[in-house]
């Protein structure tokens, strides 16, 4: 869940030697675990940010659809969805100029910054029921993550030299920060948009309860103001890193227009085959921003033992397993070594268990016809898709980071999130079928996407040994 850019060096990483042995004794350990003191507050910056995205990103396509008198949009599925798609992809396709705005003229920190300003004030725009400040709030967060995401991933790994064994598991510290604002931000956004405990205390009050669903877009817009607070008040610990950028030297320029070799052009070509298959992942895994928020909000029993709750908060489920298999599925590659799969093979896994989450909700779609269904068809899909997720959304990062040429990596980078923003755009294209009333059409919704992620795994198979070919230039590139 979310993204990071978390294995691109700083450029004083570049010029540092990588044969020195890293001394423990001057390292510093001011931080979470023994890591850098910056780690901490770009961890509960990046984890208020995420928590203000996925709180808004819970309730979002859920506003859209429902009736205006009940404090809705009153959108049809199909338009909700559309714009559902058409934001979430924008999201990620800002990230390219974002990293570009940063290297070139702010610097990562103040943008950041920047970005962070720009995401709480989009937030707070959508508490104001209009929908003018409804597209202008959207707008705002999409410009302002563009800004703030990928160069608070880049400030991460400038806390730490080239040879700082440390690395890595500060970003899977930071990459747990991601998930535990993406667990709590559906729990809380969605109580205040949906429960109808918070609308009985909003009629006590003599407020409208109509207007929950701004109270919740309002929590979004408290969460980033939350990290904000601490990003600038924590400011001493990031001084030496995301400084802005000097201007280029003639050598550097020299270095960036020299000619791929064959071998470069070929490990592009291994990247761009596998960027066909990640669009393609994200066109099914982010239904779970639309047709399977849906789902889980007309279709299914949103309570456990007789207690409910909001429908919103099935998308915490996805961030509660990756917090719980991420260590696990880390163990498991280390363990195995260099009997690990290869970055193809894991890609193929991520399809086929994307494809059996969408598999099992094949039943659950034709039982709707009787009712309600029973969570644990969602909570089984979850689990399948987040097992999917781990196989290829880290490995995508370490693949493009390992093999790109080094002069190209950014680029390759900011090509890497636009096939996640292709993926998103056109999953909110297929979330527009979603008919709750038709379970015929849901299980051909559903059918589709499941047997469309196997084939693409079939595929995948098959274009195994080729990609590797393109990939095992040298010793360096054949672990993975």
């Not at 890591?35 to 995420?50: A, C, D, I, K, V």
């Not at 969605?190 to 669903?213: C, D, E, R, T, V």
């Not at 890193?241 to 052009?265: A, H, M, R, Y």
């Not at 898709?385 to 980071?401: M, Y």
Request: charged residues 10%; proline residues 5%; contains cysteine.
């Amino acid at each position: 869940m979310g993204y990071s850019t978390s294995t691109i060096m700083s450029p004083d990483d570049e010029n540092e030697n990588e044969n020195e042995k890293f001394n423990y004794s001057k390292a510093d350990r001011g931080g979470i675990g023994g890591h850098p003191r910056g780690l901490t507050p770009l961890f509960f910056t990046e984890m208020w940010e995420r928590f203000s995205y996925y709180g808004m990103r819970a309730i979002l396509v859920l506003y859209m659809v429902s009736p205006i008198e009940r404090g809705g949009l009153g959108f049809g599925v199909e338009k909700a969805t559309f714009i559902f798609g058409l934001y979430t992809a924008a999201v990620y396709f800002t990230a390219l100029p974002g990293g570009l705005i940063a290297d070139r003229l702010l610097g990562a920190r103040t943008a950041v910054l920047i970005g962070g300003i720009t995401i709480a004030l989009g937030h707070y725009a959508m508490v104001i029921p209009s929908i003018t400040f409804f597209y202008l709030g959207m707008v705002m967060i999409a410009l302002g993550t563009g800004l703030l995401k990928p160069n608070i991933s880049v400030m991460v790994g400038g806390l730490y030299s080239k040879n700082d064994p440390r690395r890595d598991g500060g970003f899977s510290i930071f990459y747990m920060g991601i998930n535990l604002g993406a667990m709590m931000a559906p729990i809380a956004c969605g109580y205040l948009a949906q429960s109808l405990n918070f609308q009985h205390k909003l009629i006590a009050l003599g407020l409208n309860p109509s207007n929950s669903w701004h109270w919740g877009f309002g929590a979004a817009g408290v969460g980033m103001t939350l990290g904000l607070i601490q990003y600038l008040t924590q400011q001493h610990r990031l001084a030496h890193v995301g400084l802005k950028p000097t201007k280029p030297t003639t050598n550097s320029i020299t270095s960036n227009q020299e000619k791929l070799t064959l071998d470069e052009w070929k490990r592009l070509a291994a990247i761009s085959v596998l960027f066909i298959f990640t669009a393609i992942f994200f066109v099914a895994f982010e239904q779970s921003g639309s047709s399977l928020t849906l789902f889980a909000d007309q279709l299914t029993r949103a309570e456990v033992f007789g207690w409910e709750f909001p429908s919103s908060w099935f998308q915490s489920v996805n961030a509660i397993f990756i917090m719980i298999l991420a260590p696990l599925f880390s163990l498991l590659w280390l363990r195995l070594d260099k009997r690990a799969p290869t970055s193809p093979a894991k890609f193929t896994f991520g399809l086929f268990f994307l494809s059996i989450g969408f598999f099992v909700l094949v039943p659950a779609a034709y039982f709707t016809a009787s009712g309600r269904v029973s969570p644990i068809w969602l909570v089984l899909l979850y689990f399948f898709h987040t097992v999917g997720e781990l196989c290829l959304s880290p490995v995508g990062l370490s693949t493009v980071t390992r093999i790109a040429p080094a002069r190209l990596v950014g680029l390759m980078m900011g090509c890497w999130f636009l096939a996640i923003a292709i993926g998103n755009f056109f999953s909110g294209w297929i979330a527009g079928f979603f008919i709750a009333s038709s379970p015929i059409v849901l299980v051909k919704m559903f059918s589709l996407l499941a047997i469309g992620t196997l084939l693409a795994s079939i595929i995948l198979i098959f274009l195994k040994p080729s990609i590797c070919r393109l990939m095992q230039l040298t010793d360096s590139t054949k672990k993975n």
